[in-house]
């Protein structure tokens, strides 16, 4: 198993650009997750989704949008990136039942100038 | 709401030395517990986690944490720090859909 992969791993963007991150996880679980960390603080929620054609807002979800067509893939789209955005990205899934461990990527660094 | 509170933002301490680091939680019902390490540049590994039962949990490497229901606490121990463990440390507690709410982290340096 790959367990959960998110590409790319660096990007830089401009402002106003937009780009996708990718994530993928091939453990079968339904519950995906996107978080954000930034300098010196915890990794804050911004969408989740617990099945295919099912997401939800996180803490932080402005300036973003998901999709989940698949139980595989759950890809997190910047539409209009601004500096604000600048952080490290992280994609995290985990089983419907069980220990409730989240399994998380590698995480995807972008930078928005 | 739900949230977890690591009142310490930076450690340091010798290598050898033991080692405890804090967390503190706020949620009404018994919560799912967790403690990461995140080394530089790298991504999140889960040390150990509680759900319920035996208070005193062992993790991967030598770690330990202890939740007391009566100081809504769950801090990470270890008796032995060796240099390798520097690192970044989150406490984070398990809501509805397995959410996970994040402390700040700690971030421990090592000397030798």
């Known amino acids: 198993n790959a367990g959960v992969t998110q590409t790319p791993k660096f990007r830089i963007l401009k402002i106003g650009q937009s780009m996708t991150l990718q994530c993928a996880q091939d453990?079968?679980?339904?519950?995906m997750y996107w978080y954000r960390q930034d300098p010196g603080m915890g990794l804050k929620l911004i969408y989740y989704?617990?099945?295919?054609?099912?997401?939800d807002k996180g803490e932080v979800p402005n300036g973003y949008n998901v999709s989940r067509s698949t139980t595989e893939d759950f890809p997190l789209r910047l539409e209009l990136a601004a500096p604000s955005q600048t952080s490290v990205y992280f994609c995290?899934?985990?089983?419907?039942?069980?220990?409730?461990?989240?399994?998380f990527g590698p995480g995807t660094r972008l930078t928005v100038t | 709401a739900q949230s977890v509170t690591q009142p310490d933002i930076h450690i340091t301490v010798s290598e050898g030395a033991s080692l405890e680091l804090r967390c503190n939680y706020s949620?009404?019902?018994?919560?799912?517990l967790f403690w990461y390490v995140q080394s530089p540049g790298q991504g999140l590994q889960l040390l150990l986690k509680?759900?319920?039962?035996?208070?005193l949990v062992q993790g991967i490497k030598g770690f330990e944490a202890e939740f007391k229901r009566s100081q809504s606490s769950f801090n990470l121990r270890k008796p032995s720090v060796h240099w390798s463990d520097a690192a970044e440390y989150f406490c984070?507690?398990?809501?509805?859909?397995?959410?996970?709410?994040f402390g700040a982290g700690t971030r421990l340096a090592v000397h030798p």
């Open positions: 989704s617990v099945g295919a054609g099912i997401t």
């Open positions: 949620y009404g019902a018994t919560p799912y």
């Open positions: 509680y759900f319920s039962g035996d208070t």
């Open positions: 453990m079968n679980h339904n519950y």
């Open positions: 995290a899934s985990t089983p419907t039942s069980g220990s409730n461990e989240q399994y």
């Open positions: 984070a507690s398990s809501g509805g859909y397995n959410k996970l709410i």
